[in-house]
């Protein structure tokens, strides 16, 4: 019992003499465990950080490194780690053009590490966002849709004057939300005349009150000093699809000039009537469908400023911008109501009076505003829509939303344009998402349209094409519509010499699936298509290169082709979408 005790004495004692040998070594690795804790926190952060400067910075890639740069080192000061001293933030172009890598790095003063020589610590962490923008449709030029009394401003490449031999003729269109969807409005129409897709009964289901939107694209605001924001024939005026509808004037009815200030001094060819074989180059076609349609189309303007989000809906409202268009349903009176040397009209009905507003804008240039200096970098927002009724509040000319008050029953074409002191070329005018056009050229049975600008980021993605309401021009005979690639592209399945796309994807209205040799869909009838979709997909090759250094560059096209002998007038609604996140973490 003795010797027990013994024993034990004796091995406390050894565990005593152990923990004194080890305890600075035990405190050693307890403390580098805290400094290791803190490294690793550190790591969060700074990941953190890179990962929020390389997002906010790569919506300016692949066109302006500089201020993508700008924007993610002052994002990464804003969150505490602003360049310089122990911190630096390292901006620079990603694998691809349209990415951004940042890598923050910060040199962290070590608590106990010093202990065993290794007083500081470098943390540094690297991320990688993509991006691929709201996608620019129709147009690589300051114009949009045909060109009357052209300005000699300088045209980029792949900028024609239209109509052309190439791109054919065709004008901006947007209905009165009474039309029906069949006539080939898709977005902004409430009804349906049955059997359309995306329909529920007599609803259309697509309808969107917020209409349709373009972008007036300003690339480099330092080459820019100025722009006019012009709108050709904005307002509805019933005249038929080729002012030929009987009851516009004859030519020789208006003063050989001096009619009104703005008839150019050539209002018998500004305002002569037209016919379905030739109609005249100042008639965008405005017209209704119904023989009873007794309420115009009224339609109202809003240009909206450059937002961060570049979601239109959230960009603010330029007030100097707006303008309503009231319509009129009677081209029989134009030459009276264009007359200035009259009395002017105390109501937007007065038939017997001038009508300053129709003057101003019908079959000529109205210059919708200046945009306010200093011009910023990015899209100018065009919102235009036709369920506002006329004279409304102006606070609801841009509010999101439909009262269903309003009853337009015409359909309304126009073009745009951007009238620069600068450098024109760094400005384009094109639609978002969707693209609402009126081809109208009796001289062609085939047009070839710009559809979507995709730069080399989105390389390895796919573009959602969609197609409303196309086979009404082919008559009794079949269309055929086929995308093609950008002029200057190369890529796999890209034929550089006929810029041809080796196979798509297609998907009708139903939902069954194809695949397309060509990218083309021929087969199109009137008679089977009329109010239906189609979807093309498009896939863009994982090597795929373009011009993307000028606006002009990376466009996609499509061509439509009908019978020969067939009239091309028809109204469509084209959709183009570049699938995926637009703005995301790659690494």
């Known amino acids: 019992m003795q010797r027990l005790r013994a024993g034990t004495r004796g091995d406390s004692g050894a565990v005593a003499v152990l923990v004194a040998i080890l305890f600075p070594v035990l405190f050693a690795i307890a403390a580098f465990a805290v ?103 129709g147009s690589p030029c300051w114009s949009f849709g045909n060109e009357p009394d052209p300005l000699s401003q300088a045209r980029p490449q792949n900028c024609p004057t239209l109509p052309n031999a190439t791109y054919g003729s065709f004008w901006a269109t947007i209905h009165g939300p009474e039309v029906d969807k069949t006539q080939g409005d898709q977005f902004m129409t409430r009804g349906c005349a049955g059997g359309e897709s995306g ?33 050709f024939d904005p307002a509805y005026v019933k005249t038929g699809f080729y002012c030929d509808n009987g009851s516009l004037p004859a030519a020789n009815a208006y003063r050989a000039s001096g009619m009104n200030p703005y008839d150019g001094g050539i209002p018998r060819v500004r305002y002569a009537p037209g016919t379905q074989n030739a109609p005249t180059g100042y008639c965008p076609g405005d017209g209704d469908y119904s023989n009873s349609a007794t309420t115009p189309t009224t339609t109202t303007f809003v240009l909206r400023s450059p937002v961060d989000t570049q979601n239109p809906l959230q960009a603010p409202v330029i007030g100097t911008c707006q303008k309503q268009f009231f319509g009129w349903n009677d081209p029989g009176s134009l030459s009276t109501i264009l007359d200035s040397t009259r009395p002017t009209a105390t109501s937007i009905t007065d038939r017997t009076r001038y009508q300053p507003l129709i003057a101003q804008s019908f079959h000529t240039w109205y210059t919708l505003c200046t945009i306010p200096g200093p011009l910023q970098k990015g899209d100018y927002y065009l919102q235009v829509r036709t369920n506002v009724p006329y004279g409304a509040a102006q606070a609801s000319w841009s509010a999101n939303g439909d009262t269903g008050s309003e009853q337009g029953q015409g359909a309304n074409r126009f073009s745009i ?63 055929t519509v086929t995308v093609k690639a950008p002029l200057e592209a190369t890529g796999t399945g890209i034929n550089a010499a006929t810029d041809t796309i080796a196979t798509c994807g297609g998907v009708n209205w139903t939902g069954t699936s194809e695949t397309l040799a060509n990218c083309s869909r021929g087969g199109i009838t009137s008679s089977t298509w009329n109010g239906k979709s189609y979807t093309i997909f498009v896939p863009i090759p994982t090597d795929y290169q373009c011009g993307f250094s000028t606006l002009s560059g990376c466009w996609y096209r499509v061509q439509v082709g009908f019978p020969t002998g067939t009239l091309l007038t028809d109204a469509t609604t084209w959709s183009a979408t570049i699938t995926g996140d637009p703005v995301r973490l790659v690494k």
């Open 35 to 137: 400094d290791v804790a803190r490294w690793y926190l550190e790591g969060e952060r700074v990941q953190k950080v890179a990962d929020a400067a390389s997002l906010a910075g790569v919506v300016y890639m692949p066109q302006d490194f500089a201020s993508a740069k700008a924007a993610a080192l002052a994002v990464a000061a804003k969150n505490g780690y602003a360049n310089g001293g122990e911190i630096t933030v390292d901006v620079k172009p990603g694998p691809r053009s349209s990415q951004l890598q940042v890598t923050v790095s910060n040199v962290v003063t070590n608590n106990f590490a010093f202990l065993i020589g290794q007083p500081t610590t470098l943390v540094a962490r690297t991320a990688i966002a993509d991006y691929t923008g709201p996608a620019p449709m």
């Open 199 to 231: 329909c529920n009964g007599s609803t259309n289901t697509e309808f969107d009150p917020n209409g349709y939107f373009w972008a007036i694209h300003v690339d480099d605001p330092t080459k820019v000093s100025n722009i006019n924001v012009q709108l």
């Open 417 to 479: 344009r951007a009238q620069v002191t600068g450098d024109a070329s760094t400005v384009s005018v094109g639609s978002l998402q969707h693209m609402p056009i009126f081809a109208n050229d009796p001289s062609k049975s085939s047009a070839m349209f710009n559809l979507i600008r995709v730069v080399p980021g989105a390389a390895g993605k796919t573009i959602k094409f969609t197609f409303f309401d196309v086979g009404d021009a082919a008559g009794n005979g079949t269309a």
